[in-house]
């Protein structure tokens, strides 16, 4: 099972989560107090090894946002949460999708995309709220040839029932390796420590 680390900030945090496994690193590009410039994503992460893919989560951008920010950053990969423009991306998406009572009516009018991930309702701010959603409403079964990240308040606690769980390609922590709204190194390594 592959790992996110998201709303990294800071070259220190980057290089520990590369350093102990960390497959994918989210960089929060929407409104948020995670929230980084693609100039200061691009600087914290030039020694990332190719493998490590660069996430740069997006809330409702326009397609040129997002292909300005690629480029800006160095991305691999965009997050796109709210609505998602109708054009092709130079690069893969992940999906990101609230799980709520509708949440199968959703999938049903989702378009295509490479990954999808589900996560709380939003909040302040959409994800990143240290919220578990209702494991009961999300039915993965019925998925279909789609990678499946699982995020919303993951911690060391409970990483390993939702891996149980929905046997999900990928999860993805961020408010669950933080301490007072800050990432926290030690929370870090124990979460990598523990999936990976």
Same mark, same amino acid.
């Given at each position: 099972?592959?790992?996110?680390?998201?709303?990294?900030?800071?070259?220190?945090?980057?290089?520990?989560?590369?350093?102990?496994?960390?497959?994918?690193?989210?960089?929060?590009?929407?409104?948020?107090?995670?929230?980084?410039?693609?100039?200061? $994503?691009? !600087?914290?992460?030039?020694?990332?090894?190719?493998?490590?893919?660069?996430?740069?989560?997006?809330?409702?951008?326009?397609? *040129?946002?997002?292909?300005?920010?690629?480029?800006?950053?160095?991305? /691999?990969?965009?997050?796109?949460?709210?609505?998602?423009? #109708? !054009?092709?991306?130079?690069? +893969?998406?992940?999906? $990101?999708?609230?799980?709520?009572? *509708?949440?199968?009516? #959703?999938?049903?009018? !989702?378009?295509? #995309?490479?990954?999808?991930?589900? /996560?709380? +309702? +939003?909040?302040?701010?959409?994800?990143?709220?240290?919220?578990?959603?209702?494991?009961?409403?999300?039915?993965?079964?019925?998925?279909?040839?789609?990678?499946?990240?699982? *995020?919303?308040?993951? #911690?060391?606690?409970?990483?390993?029932? $939702?891996?149980?769980?929905?046997?999900?390609? *990928?999860?993805?922590?961020?408010?669950?390796?933080?301490?007072?709204?800050?990432?926290? +190194?030690?929370?870090?390594?124990?979460?990598?420590?523990?999936?990976?």
């Amino acid at each position: 099972m592959k790992v996110k680390i998201c709303g990294l900030k800071t070259k220190e945090h980057v290089d520990l989560a590369v350093n102990f496994g960390a497959d994918y690193l989210g960089f929060v590009f929407a409104e948020s107090k995670r929230q980084i410039t693609p100039e200061k $994503a691009k !600087e914290i992460t030039r020694n990332v090894p190719k493998e490590v893919k660069k996430v740069g989560v997006f809330v409702s951008p326009s397609y *040129a946002e997002v292909e300005t920010v690629i480029q800006q950053a160095n991305l /691999d990969i965009v997050q796109i949460h709210g609505i998602l423009m #109708t !054009e092709k991306l130079s690069v +893969p998406v992940i999906r $990101a999708i609230p799980v709520n009572k *509708a949440i199968q009516e #959703t999938l049903r009018q !989702e378009p295509e #995309t490479d990954f999808l991930l589900f /996560d709380a +309702p +939003p909040q302040e701010f959409v994800g990143g709220n240290g919220q578990v959603f209702d494991w009961q409403q999300l039915d993965t079964s019925l998925i279909k040839n789609r990678k499946i990240i699982i *995020a919303g308040g993951l #911690t060391t606690e409970n990483v390993l029932q $939702a891996k149980r769980r929905f046997n999900p390609y *990928a999860v993805d922590v961020s408010s669950g390796v933080e301490t007072n709204g800050v990432k926290d +190194p030690e929370k870090i390594i124990a979460f990598l420590k523990k999936v990976t």
